[in-house]
Every structure is written in structure tokens, then in C-alpha cells.
T-cell receptor, first 113, second 110 residues
Framework: DSGVTQTPKHLITATGQRVTLRCSPR?????VYWYQQSLDQGLQFLIQ???????AKGNILERFSAQQFPDLHSELNLSSLELGDSALYFC????????????FGEGSRLTVL | GIQVEQSPPDLILQEGANSTLRCNFS?????LQWFHQNPWGQLINLFY???GTKQNGRLSATTVATERYSLLYISSSQTTDSGVYFC????????????FGKGTTLSVSS
């Protein structure tokens, strides 16, 4: 158990819909990261928050948005879903802003039909 | 951005065999991690090793930062070692993130 909690574990929805994925970091970790793993793209970095502020941005689509709340949990919002958004979405956390070991949650598997 | 290359892409072993997985990266790093993704999709931390050598049971890892590569050694393979092994690196620059290689898929048969 990494200490990073993600919900839901599985989600099935239809094209055009909107979903929210939730992540609680390890106790004491201030950074939260979101990654997407799909068969054709591998593990792709989406976005990082540190203590509520955006710190780094990857190839995150405009239809996707994220935020980190004062209690340090984070949410990833995916809207206008397409078939290609079906993937495993991971959240990770670390103590530091720029470096340090990342620990990953078990992921949220999204299926868009 | 930083590039990460892992080799070999696939590896098939008999139980009890040893193996070496390699990770090459294109820039100086302040983070390098090895992960094992099991058949259920979980990413398990193996090593946090931006430089030096570490050992954990049958697994060990070495990172030679000056030459921009890392090696993961698996000795006496077991069927439970099967899965995908990822190397991930973070460039030594603010605003960058941990970037994953494409992985090495290991299959260990009994």
C-alpha cells in the first residue's frame, strides 16, 4: 500500500459525459501528480500541483482540468469524453516541489463507451 | 524534453534465471525511479536511485549519472516477477516532471 488513495477504481461512462477522479496523497506529501496510461501512448504526465498551486504541466487536454484543495486532496475533471480517453489514470504524490520519490495510487480505470 | 530509452522491450526467462534491464536518458537528472507494474496494473516502487547502487533482496540497481544510464538487476527470477518494468526520470530543471520510458515486459515461466 503506497498510501495514495484514488477513487473510483473503475468507471464506465458514455461519450460526451463528464467525470471527476479523486486523489488523496500520502500523509505529509504536498505535491500531487496526475498521469494517464493508455495502450498507444504509454504513461503520460498530465499535471502537477504543489500545496494548491500548479507547478508543472504536461500534455493535458483542454477538456481536462485539475485542482488541489486546501486539505491537499486533488481532483481531475475530464469533460466531453471521447472513446480515446479510455485509460488508466494514476495519481502520485511526493513531499517536495521539484524532486523526491513519487508514490503512485492504484489508479482509476476509465472506460468510455 | 528529456528522453528515456529502455531495453530490451521484451524479455522471456525461465524461473531461476538472472536478467539485466537498461535505462538510458538524455539529460542530467535529479530523480530516477524503477517501477514494476504488476498484471493488475499497480505501479510498485522498486528503487529511487538518481545515483549510486542499491539492493533489495533479489533486486539491485545502479545509476551512473555521469554516463546517463541505469541498470536494474533481477536475480533468481520467479514467476511473480512477471510484468512491466518502467524506468522514470526527472530532469534537473524546475517545472519538469517524472517522465517514463516505454518499459520492459518480463515474462518468467516455471
Amino acid at each position: 500500500d503506497s498510501g495514495v488513495t484514488q477513487t473510483p477504481k473503475h468507471l464506465i461512462t458514455a461519450t460526451g459525459q463528464r467525470v471527476t477522479l479523486r486523489c488523496s496523497p500520502r500523509s505529509g506529501d504536498l505535491s500531487v501528480y496526475w498521469y494517464q496510461q493508455s495502450l498507444d501512448q504509454g504513461l503520460q504526465f498530465l499535471i502537477q500541483y504543489y500545496n494548491g498551486e500548479e507547478r508543472a504541466k504536461g500534455n493535458i487536454l483542454e477538456r481536462f482540468s485539475a485542482q488541489q484543495f486546501p486539505d491537499l486532496h486533488s481532483e481531475l475533471n475530464l469533460s466531453s469524453l471521447e472513446l480515446g480517453d479510455s485509460a488508466l489514470y494514476f495519481c502520485a504524490s511526493s513531499v517536495g516541489k521539484f524532486t523526491g520519490e513519487l508514490f503512485f495510487g492504484e489508479g482509476s480505470r476509465l472506460t468510455v463507451l | 524534453g528529456i528522453q528515456v530509452e529502455q531495453s530490451p522491450p521484451d524479455l522471456i526467462l525461465q524461473e531461476g534465471a538472472n536478467s539485466t534491464l537498461r535505462c538510458n536518458f538524455s539529460d542530467s537528472v535529479n530523480n530516477l525511479q524503477w517501477f514494476h507494474q504488476n498484471p493488475w496494473g499497480q505501479l510498485i516502487n522498486l528503487f529511487y536511485i538518481p545515483s549510486g547502487t542499491k539492493q533489495n533482496g533479489r533486486l539491485s540497481a545502479t545509476t551512473v549519472a555521469t554516463e546517463r544510464y541505469s541498470l536494474l538487476y533481477i536475480s533468481s527470477s520467479q514467476t511473480t516477477d512477471s510484468g512491466v518494468y518502467f524506468c522514470a526520470v526527472k530532469a534537473n530543471q524546475a517545472g519538469t516532471a517524472l517522465i517514463f520510458g516505454k518499459g520492459t515486459t518480463l515474462s518468467v515461466s516455471s
